[in-house]
């Protein structure tokens, strides 16, 4: 106040002529409406300027306190991506020498501050968007705020986006031996510099435009012959249809282009409903109640009656027949039977000679007419229930088997079943129904519950008898009735097409697929022509390079559990040439990669979608379900394709980006 009348008191006013008294009183008023003027804005502009270092103060505080919070998130940032995942409202906090974050606001010092988590959503370009897109797991939005309400109620605040690509590393692919850990179909790796993926070169033939122009083999007798199998070299069938045959003939092929088929030798003896060779062992399922498989040695054979000689058996017990028989190779080795008792049983292969033990069995939902074993499970085809297929679990000796999972297709019978290279998918044939399809692409990642249908294909006529995986994205289906030889293109597995077929005649009673170390591919197939029943038909892609391929990278374990980030290759793409990839990331099983359930996908984190030649950001998913990053093992699978059979796309190396 006493500031206030020094201020007034070196006022100057304006000076009048003295005049008379009513005029003093006129000035007397001027002077009054003057200061009612002038003394009201100093006093306003006095009090601001208080009141505005004291703000100011206030901002100076509040902006200490923000750059606190802000350089406090990047240290928790800093000693883990997981530090802010979750989303929320928190403030820092020192906890010992190391910032943490604690839910909630705070209030200090008269301020309030908050550090706010939420979410990112990017649309299909990558653009973040308000809402309509897909969370980015990799990047989290932190809006910072310090606000206070005196002297005057204000705020400050500011928005940053954190992303996990830090503390990156990497694996990358680009040795011979990288890529030959890995498994194809209808490609190669070469060694040109350091190791390439390529298309497979070699392969005369063409899956989609069979033909029988390969000397066919009339087997011993004229027994019908309804079981085959195969391995480089040698094919053995049985005969189960009637008696005039015999029960096991062996058949050498030689590796001339085009091969030449003699008749090895025969054993007789039984009425054969399936046959299983290794190569140096034929395994046959019989109808005899007293030994239902049969053991025979391929290295034992009379040279003068070219009969094999009979080393070993397994008897089911009871009044049974063999329905199906398999063997696995392993420590021991393993085989597995199912009988007309609708039983899967195990037996001892450890010794193949006398009478050998049974291991295990397992009651199946129905009579198991086919078998595929593969990697600790074994898929097999049921006849006349609902459940077509059922997967049953053994342990690495055999002794426990337990039923983990079945798919329901049609309602029909099956007929036949076979198996992809990783044992992703099931491939199940059916009897014929006039209003449903009868082949079924079962998805067989995981191995529990009813296993979902990819896809499906409508017969057209045939009645399936069975089914095989050929190279080339391929699979054929044979039977009886209309066109008995068909080949079907899976590179859609949603939509199977029909891309070529023969007409046998005589029908077709199973088939066996086999390529051999040159690239040339080859169905045997088994007739009911009594004079050659035995047929060869050449498969392949049709010219010097498969038009497409697929390699799938060995399993990459990591050894933490971490994002993956991106994939990136390098590729070489002659014109009309592609490259696209897929990327898997999964969870350990037991702590090991072996076991773990490798989903594909794309960008989009779907299975239907790929990743350009030059690779990019891989998407994360923390549901719960399916896909799922991050995780501890990585696949990654590449799709090449050609339009020109004389030129072949290259990848030279495959990198995977990853964070802690």
């Known amino acids: ?180 850990a890995g498994s194809g179909d209808g490609t190669s790796v070469t060694k040109t510099q350091d190791g390439e993926v390529v298309l497979a070169p070699h392969g005369k033939g063409d899956w ?23 391995v480089v070299g040698n094919i053995v069938a049985g005969t189960g249809e009637n008696s005039s045959g015999v029960s096991f003939a062996s058949v050498d092929i030689d590796n001339n282009h085009p091969p030449n088929a003699t008749s090895a030798g025969t054993f007789d003896g039984y009425k054969t409903n399936d046959v299983f060779t290794d190569g140096n062992y034929a395994y046959i399922a019989t109808d005899n109640n007293a ?179 050929a190279t080339y994205q391929k699979l054929v289906l044979v039977g009886h009735n209309g066109e008995e030889y068909k080949v079907i293109n899976i590179v859609d597995e949603a939509n199977p097409q029909y891309c070529g077929g023969y007409e046998i005649n005589s029908g077709v009673n199973g088939i066996a697929t086999l390529t051999e170390p040159d690239s040339d591919s080859y169905s045997y197939i088994i007739t009911g022509d009594a004079t050659s029943e035995l047929k060869i038909i050449e498969g392949g892609p049709g010219g010097i390079y498969a038009t497409q391929g697929i390699f799938t990278s060995s399993i990459i374990d990591l050894g933490i559990d971490a994002s993956v980030n991106a994939i990136h290759a390098t590729v070489t793409k002659p014109s009309g040439t592609d490259v696209q990839f897929q990327v898997a990331v999964a969870k350990p099983v037991s702590g090991s990669c072996a076991g773990a359930t490798f989903l594909f996908v794309g960008p989009d984190g779907q299975g239907s979608s790929y990743f350009p030649s030059s690779g990019g950001a891989i998407p994360l998913d923390q549901d719960g379900t399916g896909y799922e990053n991050p995780g501890q093992c990585v696949r990654y699978r590449a799709v090449l394709t050609s339009s020109d059979r004389n030129v072949t796309p290259v990848i030279s190396d495959v990198g995977i980006n990853y964070s802690p």
């Open 291 to 469: 030994k239902e498989v049969v053991i025979l040695d391929l290295n034992q054979l009379d040279p003068d009656t070219k009969k094999y000689a009979e080393v070993g058996y397994f008897d089911i017990s009871g009044n049974i027949n063999a329905e199906s028989v398999f063997v696995v190779s392993g420590s021991p080795d393993i085989g597995f039977v199912t009988g007309s008792d609708n039983t899967l049983r195990t037996f001892n292969l450890q010794s193949k000679s006398g009478s050998r033990e049974q291991l295990a069995s397992k009651l199946l939902g129905g009579k198991g007419i086919e078998m595929v074993v593969f990697d600790g499970y074994a898929y097999i085809a049921i006849a006349g229930v609902t459940q077509e297929m059922q997967i049953v679990n053994y342990n690495s000796l055999g002794t426990v088997l337990t039923i983990t999972g079945y798919a329901d297709v049609n309602g029909q019978a099956a007929t036949g079943i076979a198996i992809n290279t990783d044992g992703s998918r099931v491939y199940l044939s059916t009897e014929a129904d006039a209003n449903k399809k009868e082949l079924f692409i079962v998805n067989t990642d995981a191995k529990t519950n009813n296993r979902p249908i990819v896809g499906s294909f409508e017969a057209s006529g045939m009645n399936p008898t069975g089914i095989a995986v």
């Open 1 to 180: 106040m006493e500031s206030l009348r020094q201020l007034i008191s070196t006022m100057s006013f304006p000076k009048f002529p003295r005049l008379a008294s009513g005029q003093s009183l006129i000035e007397l008023l001027v002077a009054i409406a003057f200061a009612g003027i002038v003394l009201p804005a100093l006093l306003t502009a006095f009090i601001s300027s208080r009141e505005g270092k004291s703000q100011q103060g206030k901002r100076v505080d509040a902006t200490m306190l923000f750059t606190q919070a802000v350089e406090a998130v990047r240290s928790v940032r800093e000693a883990g991506w997981t530090n802010i995942t979750v989303n929320g409202a928190f403030h820092p906090a020192l906890s010992g020498s190391a910032w943490q974050l604690v839910p909630g606001s705070e209030a200090v010092a008269g301020f309030t501050r908050s550090v706010v988590i939420d979410d990112v959503l990017r649309n299909s370009a990558g653009a973040i968007v308000s809402s309509g897109g897909m969370v980015d797991y990799s990047t989290k939005k932190v809006t910072i705020t310090v606000s206070w309400t005196a002297p005057y109620t204000s705020s400050m605040a500011t928005t940053s986006y954190f992303t996990r690509y830090l503390g990156n590393a990497g694996i990358l692919q680009t040795t011979d031996t990288d890529f030959n």
């Open 208 to 230: 989609c435009d069979p033909n029988l122009s390969i000397s066919s083999l009339d087997l011993p007798k004229s027994g019908v012959a309804n079981a085959v199998s195969a």
